[in-house]
C-alpha cells in the first residue's frame, strides 16, 4: 500500500506562487512516475504535471506550461509542484498521484494510489 501526503496549498492573490509538496511512503518510490492532478468545483479531475522516475523526463497540461514546474527528490521521497504566475482559474483541489508506471503518464486511470487533495485558491 501507498501514503501519500499533500502539503502547500492555501489561499493567495493571482500572481503570486506556492509550492506544493507530497511525501510518499510504502513501497520503492523512486521506481515510479509520479503525477499532480486538480479539481475545480464542479469539474472533472484533470492532468496538471507528471514526472518519471528518475526526473528526466516531464510532460505540463498546456495552460500551466511555463508557470509550474514538477520535480521529485527520490532520497526524500518527494514530489514537488512549484507554481507561479498563478491565476483564479488555477484554482482547485490538487492532488498528487502514484502510477503504477515508471514512464510518466497523463491518464488517470495509470495512477493507483491518491493522496487526500490539498485546496489551492487563487483570489483576482
Known amino acids: 500500500q501507498v501514503q501519500l501526503v499533500e502539503s502547500g496549498g492555501g489561499l493567495v492573490q493571482a500572481g503570486a506562487s506556492l509550492r506544493l509538496s507530497c511525501t510518499a511512503s510504502?513501497?520503492?518510490?523512486?521506481?515510479?512516475?509520479m503525477g499532480w492532478f486538480r479539481q475545480a468545483p464542479g469539474k472533472e479531475r484533470e492532468f496538471v504535471a507528471s514526472?518519471?522516475?528518475?526526473?528526466?523526463?516531464?510532460d505540463y497540461q498546456d495552460s500551466v506550461k511555463g508557470r509550474f514546474t514538477i520535480s521529485r527528490d527520490n532520497a526524500k521521497n518527494t514530489v514537488n509542484l512549484q507554481m507561479i504566475s498563478l491565476k483564479p482559474e488555477d484554482t482547485a483541489v490538487y492532488y498528487c498521484?502514484?502510477?503504477?508506471?515508471?514512464?510518466?503518464?497523463?491518464?488517470?486511470?495509470?495512477?493507483?494510489?491518491w493522496g487526500q487533495g490539498t485546496q489551492v485558491t487563487v483570489s483576482s
Open positions: 510504502g513501497r520503492v518510490f523512486s521506481w515510479y512516475a
Open positions: 498521484a502514484a502510477s503504477g508506471l515508471s514512464t510518466a503518464t497523463r491518464m488517470k486511470s495509470q495512477y493507483p494510489y
Open positions: 514526472i518519471n522516475w528518475n526526473g528526466g523526463s516531464t
